[in-house]
């Protein structure tokens, strides 16, 4: 085949259109996503754990070190094994943070489990490991710390804990491909680790995402578990003559078409997160006047940690109006954004968890949180009028 389907980035942007001159998002691409697409095609493999997907598997091993790298349908699928591999039980309980998505808590509930909500520090709104150890009880099973905006959690104290009380801990590194904690990879840290290639994140498929498995005695249930309850990941392998139902599981390949997609974007890795990190530099560096002012607080990055600029988020002062800000962004065609709706406060979150103590940090921080638009070759002029704007709105 030759290359005549790679396109560049400019072709790409004429194919779509936004309603917004700065959007928030933008998906994006190598060039080379529908060339792998066709190959696929061309080879005859579109099902799950086809060439493309064991290149991605590859990638995964060699890249974060964790025993076995397992491509999934999404992040949420990724948690999803990780409460089965867990074997989690109606009434277990799992510490995490309220300030996350919901597929965090939706899996162990799905399991009949009870998420623990503790709260987050101040300074990276990740879950304080200061006040894990007072939330665990006899119902206690796991801690899911959420390694939010790509930046880590204060993993060796997690873990010491959980090696104490006997615990299990699943990362939840939705938002940590290519961020390391201490030299180590986000997700290959803890006893297993989530991984999303939504179109949000750094490096995408589209929907999709990844179980990491770092404790040897689960890979094999885990690639049981992701086939259906069945082996026949080993019977491919020849090491059964026939593959048979093992366990409870599910369907949780993804296509090899998705997997195509991504190992285009798994080729530029490096190259994304350096354009990524070009970029929040250039916004950390335009915004220090404001937070020198006390208008509002930037990002703040742990010694340890080197994040993958996932995101690029500021903390408004709680005197300013952050619906204002929103609107004036909207205004100047800007999409800017909060993020989540604590958990704690939601509706399925009060019925299936609760929460340890007030969460005083998360309700504070939550309430002050703005997004800026982030992708990787968002323009200095396009970040230069988001900065202009929210001065403005601001100040």
């Not at 089965?84 to 309980?93: N, T, Y």
């Not at 179980?211 to 026949?232: C, F, H, P, W, Y």
Request: with cysteine; charged share 25%.
């Amino acid at each position: 085949m030759t290359n005549t389907l790679i396109l560049n980035e400019a072709d790409l942007k004429i194919m779509n259109k936004t309603n917004y001159q700065i959007p928030f998002n933008w998906p994006h691409m190598t060039g080379k996503e529908l060339y792998y697409i066709a190959e696929a095609h061309f080879n005859g493999s579109l099902a799950g754990d086809g060439p493309f997907t064991k290149r991605c598997h590859a990638w995964l091993e060699e890249r974060t070190g964790c025993n076995k790298g397992l491509l999934t349908h999404s992040c949420t699928a990724a948690l999803e094994m990780a409460a089965l591999l867990l074997d989690i039980q109606p009434g277990d309980e799992v510490l995490m943070p309220s300030y996350t998505f919901v597929s965090t808590a939706n899996a162990f509930v799905l399991r009949g489990g009870v998420p623990v909500f503790v709260d987050i520090r101040e300074d990276t709104l990740n879950l304080d490991e200061r006040l894990i150890e007072s939330a665990i009880t006899p119902r206690t099973r796991a801690i899911a710390p959420v390694h939010y905006a790509g930046v880590a959690c204060e993993m060796d104290t997690i873990m010491a804990i959980a090696q104490k009380h006997g615990l299990k801990v699943v990362e939840d590194a939705a938002q940590g491909v290519m961020s390391t904690y201490k030299g180590r990879a986000l997700g290959s840290i803890g006893d297993l680790g989530a991984y999303s290639f939504h179109e949000t994140k750094n490096v995408i498929s589209g929907e999709g995402g990844a179980l990491l498995v770092n404790s040897l005695g689960m890979s094999l249930r885990a690639e049981i578990i992701r086939e259906k309850g069945t082996d026949r990941s080993r019977f491919f392998r020849g090491e059964v003559d026939k593959y048979t139902w093992q366990e409870v599981g599910s369907s949780f390949l993804p296509g090899e078409l998705i997997a195509a997609f991504l190992w285009a974007q798994l080729e530029e890795a490096d190259r994304i997160t350096k354009e990524r990190l070009a970029c929040w530099q250039r916004y950390h560096e335009l915004l220090e006047p404001l937070e020198t002012k006390g208008i509002l607080r930037r990002p703040i990055i742990p010694d340890d940690c080197e994040h993958n600029a996932h995101m690029y988020y500021v903390l408004l002062v709680p005197e300013i109006d952050r619906q204002m800000v929103l609107n004036s962004f909207k205004r100047n065609e800007i999409w800017s954004v909060f993020h989540y709706v604590p958990l704690h406060s939601s509706p399925a979150g009060k019925r299936y968890g609760r929460p340890h103590g007030d969460l005083d940090v998360t309700n504070q921080q939550s309430e002050r949180l703005v997004r800026l638009p982030m992708w990787a070759g968002l323009s200095d002029e396009q970040q230069d009028r988001v900065v202009e704007v929210l001065r403005s709105a601001a100040g």
